[in-house]
């Protein structure tokens, strides 16, 4: 058995939060530079400004966008740990709160009815998972909300099979245009269960863009979903062009005979996503 | 590229066709859902506005703290879908223009058109680029509201790009 304490898996959330805000991941670099080559006019403008505004924030020390998000944290916590100290949830949460006022980061939490802002950003919404071993892996994903509330979750019937899949994922995408900051990057979460499959959606947004899934049937579908979403001309920032999404990621499980449920999660093209195993 | 100030001339604004990109400077306000909420409630109960609304620019925007030494932080555009419901109001009544990110209404458009004034798009995403352009800010109303509050802010060479003109062209519509 291994003792961790709480603390640390705060401090380790207030270093990946103080980074994320500010950071692009490499693979989101990589394809909206590859974006950027391939498109001109109010499009092209709009990619030359993303690249010139990461440089900006990280020569600045500023966040990359002022929607700092929802912090999002999935912990893969080994049965082997042994966690001592603070209750988690509120070491997580603490982690969360130094980091967004030390980074100077936008609150975003609020109320959902009387939308008073809860002031520090948190509660953190935290997934926490029993792995084997004994080691803690920590992912950390800010999520804005322009594009988390174009995202939509649709029970299909087993008949409607890869055919309604894609076109749920594409329609979904069309049906948010200009709205979420295309060129956006898509979490497919396909199976398990109502809530089961919107998780799997956010997990797929985890994976590096350009990565494709293990189980060639899944991976081919994950790039027939791009293709058709790029054929939407929607483009940057919804000028139209050919980058409407950077890539597509599925994630599936096992489900019920009688159902197929389907989540799609929509990324802006602002992908922050840092990890850390403890 | 085209660098245009506020306030904007009617000569100007007809100038301005959907897909220019433009260099903006001037004075703008901040405004999001929850501070459209409450000066809808100071219009409806007849008191008055916490800025002149004759002319002025309105940005959909919550900008980040600012960080010591700095004016502001991070302040890219939000979804300027959701303040659909808000904006022929406020145009009729004399607004000036919109900065936002996305397409709007086609009630947005026509508002545009009627009054004879523009929606700009600002590169959604591009935060730390905007925060840098605020040269002054100063809260104007609702600082309970934190970054949803209203903002007077001074701003130089914003990048935007003509989103819908005064024509009601669009940059969305490409069919």
Do not use: W
């Given at each position: ?5 709480t ?25 909206l ?12 403008f ?7 505004n ?9 966040p990359?966008?002022?929607?700092t ?11 082997g740990?042994?966690?001592?100290g ?9 982690g ?8 100077y980061f936008r ?15 948190t ?8 792995v ?9 994903l ?14 299909l ?8 899949i894609?076109?749920?994922?594409s ?11 295309p060129p956006v990057?898509?979490g ?7 809530d089961?499959?919107a ?12 990565s ?13 979903a ?9 483009g940057a ?19 019920h ?22 | ?5 506020l306030p ?16 903006l400077s ?12 409450r000066?809808?409630?100071l219009?409806?109960?007849?008191n ?14 919550g ?11 991070s ?16 145009l ?9 990110k996305?397409?709007?209404s ?5 508002a ?18 905007y ?9 104007v ?35």
């Amino acid at each position: 058995m291994r003792v961790v304490n709480t603390r640390q898996i705060s401090d380790c959330i207030y270093r990946l939060a103080l980074k994320a805000g500010r950071t692009l991941t490499n693979s989101c670099r990589a394809a909206l530079e590859n974006a950027a080559q391939q498109e001109t006019g109010a499009a092209g403008f709009a990619l030359s400004a993303l690249l010139e505004n990461a440089d900006c924030a990280a020569r600045e020390n500023m966040p990359i966008c002022q929607d700092t998000g929802m912090a999002v944290i999935m912990l893969e916590i080994g049965q082997g740990v042994y966690l001592e100290g603070a209750p988690l949830a509120q070491a997580v949460d603490d982690g969360v709160r130094r980091a967004y006022a030390d980074g100077y980061f936008r609150k975003s939490i609020c109320d959902p009815l009387t939308r008073k802002n809860t002031g520090d950003n948190t509660p953190a919404h935290l997934h926490t998972e029993i792995v084997e071993g004994d080691k803690i892996s920590v992912s950390f994903l800010p999520k804005g909300f322009g594009s988390e509330n174009m995202s939509a979750l649709k029970m299909l019937t087993p008949a409607e099979g890869e055919e309604g899949i894609v076109s749920f994922i594409s329609e979904t995408v069309k049906k948010a245009g200009s709205r979420p900051c295309p060129p956006v990057y898509v979490g497919v979460g396909i199976g398990g269960s109502f809530d089961g499959c919107a998780l799997l959606a956010k997990k797929a947004l985890l994976r590096e863009v350009g990565s494709r899934n293990p189980r060639a049937d899944v991976a081919k579908l994950e790039e027939r979903a791009l293709r058709e979403i790029n054929s939407l001309n929607i483009g940057a920032q919804g000028f139209g062009g050919k980058v409407t999404a950077l890539g597509v990621s599925c994630e599936v499980a096992p489900t019920h005979i009688a159902g197929l449920p389907v989540a799609v999660n929509i990324q802006c093209h602002c992908i922050r996503c840092e990890k850390e195993v403890l | 590229m085209k660098k245009i100030t506020l306030p904007l001339s009617p000569t100007e604004i007809e100038r301005l066709h959907a897909g220019d990109a433009v260099l903006l400077s001037g004075k703008i306000y901040t405004a999001r859902d929850c501070a459209h909420k409450r000066i809808f409630a100071l219009l409806d109960e007849g008191n008055p506005l916490p800025f002149p609304l004759e002319n002025a620019v309105i940005y959909y925007a919550g900008p980040c703290p600012a960080p010591e030494g700095k004016v502001c932080g991070s302040c890219g555009p939000t979804t300027s879908a959701r303040m659909n419901s808000f904006a022929p109001r406020l145009l009729d009544l004399g607004l000036g223009g919109m900065i936002g990110k996305g397409e709007m209404s086609a009630e947005t458009v026509d508002a545009l058109k009627r009054n004879k004034k523009v929606y700009f798009a600002a590169i959604g995403g591009a935060g730390a680029t905007y925060g840098n352009a605020v040269k002054r800010m100063k809260c104007v109303a609702f600082p309970d509201l934190l970054s949803e509050a209203v903002y007077e802010m001074e701003v130089e060479n914003f990048p935007l790009v003509v989103a819908i003109d005064s024509f009601g062209k669009s940059v969305y519509e490409r069919n």
